[in-house]
């Protein structure tokens, strides 16, 4: 098996990538995480052979790092960079925000695999990803549980053969509420997700269904299906990932418990399959629900859509509007119905532009940042 790199190594998404590697016997030959913490170190210690990246640290934290591990500490964002370009490597990347980016086109460039949970990668640069893989060669699975449900739906399968694609959703905490009760939701609120345990952006995003608007860009640019032929389900108990409707009326849809541990292992191992954490799976005494979106309700899912029609360089305002919202509601600076508002006003304020350099995500995500900051005063 191939050496795993994990980046975002602190994280969830992270946490369990290295829980999956040590389970599987996987050599881990380099780790990164943004700030050089306790937690960072001991992953760090407990693998005497890995490179160690850590992006933002403080003075204290460079020379405690530097004592500790000597030369295989690396310092500063271009670690990302470096770690990611590993040649012949699984690179997870489980970094949270468009900083995960880079690291996504110079795995893809060095043609290793990548291990996608970086949503930012796809939906802020999608285009650049794109050209990343066919240029480097190398292979993109996602670890999203819906996407990576998608990929194994989608195994020896015509593409033109497909009707549709359908990502389901759990709804969230607030599933079934009026835009009026939205209101007055609070953060506390917002961060208590009923069926996945996730960072708190995403467990945001998943709150307003914009993880689910993210969620159906990425769908359009890791299979190439329009817009049109990607939908959203909302189910409560996210027992089924995702379904693949076919044109002879046949569908093909994944189940599984939520536990991101069985998406990661598959992006590690794929195309085999090794056991997992899970014990056996019982269909019995389950009742698995479907409902429509409230798309009057979550305006968020909508404008994912729009902004992914739109595409270049919309999706990536979209994201960086988005970024801001959520951080600003976390803060308890703006309402809980105030990130749709900031978005949407973001989106139309920023002239959408082709995407073809990593610098051209970098200036639209620094000018969707600055015109989102100016329409938190104007939300509250
Ligand atoms: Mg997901």
Not at 276 to 298: C, K, N, Q, W
Not at 337 to 359: F, G, K, N
Request: proline share 5%.
């Amino acid at each position: 098996m191939r050496p795993v790199v994990v980046l975002g190594a602190t994280g969830s998404i992270g946490h369990q990538a290295l829980a999956v590697a040590d389970r599987l016997g996987m050599e881990v030959t380099a780790v990164a995480a943004r700030r050089g913490s306790d937690e960072l170190l001991e992953i760090a210690l407990a693998r005497p052979d890995a490179l160690v990246g850590v992006v933002a640290p403080t003075k204290a934290e460079r020379e405690h790092f530097e004592s500790s591990l000597g030369g295989r500490a690396r310092f500063g964002p271009e670690t990302l960079v470096e770690l990611a370009s590993m040649a012949g490597s699984v690179v997870v990347n489980g970094i949270v925000g468009s900083a995960g980016l880079p690291a996504s086109v110079a795995a893809l460039d060095a043609g290793n695999r990548l291990a996608l949970a970086n949503k930012e990668s796809l939906v802020a640069g999608g285009p650049i990803v794109a050209a990343a893989l066919e240029r480097g060669g190398g292979e993109l699975i996602p670890v999203d549980s819906e996407h990576s449900a998608l990929h194994q739906c989608l195994v020896g399968e015509e593409r033109s053969a497909v009707r549709r694609i359908v990502l389901t959703a759990s709804g969230g905490p607030f599933r079934g509420m009026t835009g009026e009760q939205l209101e007055a939701v609070t953060v506390e609120e917002a961060l208590a997700h009923p069926t996945w345990k996730m960072g708190p952006r995403i467990t945001i995003d998943s709150a307003t269904l914009m993880n689910k608007a993210f969620e159906v860009i990425e769908a359009h640019h890791l299979f190439g299906f329009g817009y049109d032929s990607i939908d959203v389900v909302v189910h409560p108990e996210s027992v089924v990932h995702a379904l693949v409707e076919f044109s002879d009326g046949s569908l093909k849809a994944h189940l599984g418990e939520p536990d991101m541990q069985i998406p990661i292992q598959y992006a590690l191992t794929e195309p085999e399959r090794r056991p997992g954490p899970a014990g056996p799976f019982s269909l019995v005494g389950r009742h698995l629900t479907f409902e429509s979106p409230d798309r009057d309700a979550f305006p968020c899912l909508g404008l994912g859509y729009e902004a992914g029609r739109l595409g270049g360089s919309a999706p990536t305002v979209l994201n960086a509007a988005d970024e801001v919202a959520v951080h600003s509601f976390l803060d308890g600076k703006i309402g809980f119905s105030s990130i749709a508002v900031v978005v949407e006003r973001t989106l139309a304020d920023v002239e959408v532009r082709s995407l073809e350099t990593l610098d051209d995500v970098r200036a639209i995500d620094r000018e969707a940042r600055s015109v989102a900051t100016a329409h938190l005063g104007a939300s509250c």
